[in-house]
């Protein structure tokens, strides 16, 4: 029982040991502070070492890599654009862009027939041909040209007047009815082919005379064949002519009569340096007065 109370008496808390002293409330409130802090180290230290651990073996392995492909040769990087992804739960197909095709010239012409039938109303100059395309070359700045009464006509006293129309051909046909006013020897109408400048062209024509085929080349004109056809003025004639090749073909004969059946005037130009041209009208007036050519017909067409 003295045991007892003995315990007891040093357990209470105004005991008093010998070689002992009770702690301070602050110090003890300090070492709890100091046990947290470590605690929570020690917490922070577990979680980051396999983090840490992770981190530097995957530093060490990209010096690793590096250290291999430094020494490789290195090329040019080519950077692709980037394609916009499309939306979540739709579609999208990749359309190729269209390779632009060259527009092809726009031609007056709108086929192998050129023609003018001159149904029209008077004006100055030739105009637009009933089959489309504009006559051109003196037709169109000449005022010797002009549409009256519903044919074309060429006035003038002395000079040279061309019209052309169509397009450039190599085998070509060609039919005009025409009539002038007065043949002197001089004055003549015909039909224009291979027209390629005002100095090289070939021309069949009437003189009262005669169907002529004469070639310009360069400074010179030259006669290539030539038929007695007797013409008469005011009256109107056909003149149908053909190239093929350097081959020319003629004939003609008064409007109101049939077509002969075979060629007047065939001719062959061994001598020929240019193989196409335009198709057209020319006429020559050398007169102390006024002559007038009336066309009331034109074609050509493009042969085989």
Known sequence: ???LKERMAATSPNAQTVGMSP?????ARSRVRVIVFVLVFLIDALVALPLGWVAEKNHLAGGV???FTSSWPQTASRTQPRLPLPARGSTSTLTPTPTPSPSPSPSPFPSEVSED????????FWGTASGGGSWLADASTSPAFA????????TASSGTFTALLGPRLTNAELM??????RFNGENNMGALLHWRDTAHWYKVYLNGESLVLIKRDASQTLQLGSVPFPAQPGLRYSLLVQVRG???LAKAWPASSSEPASWELRVADQSATWFSGYGGLRMYYLSRGSVTTTVAF???TRTL
């Open 65 to 67: 890599v590096s250290l």
């Open 298 to 300: 034109f074609r050509e």
């Open 23 to 27: 702690v301070p409330p602050h110090k």
């Open 246 to 248: 350097t081959v020319f």
């Open 176 to 181: 005009v009815t025409l009539s002038i006013s």
């Open 117 to 124: 039938t001159f149904q029209r109303p008077n004006q100055l």
């Open 1 to 3: 029982m003295s045991r």
């Open 147 to 154: 549409i009256a009464d519903r044919v074309g006509q060429v």
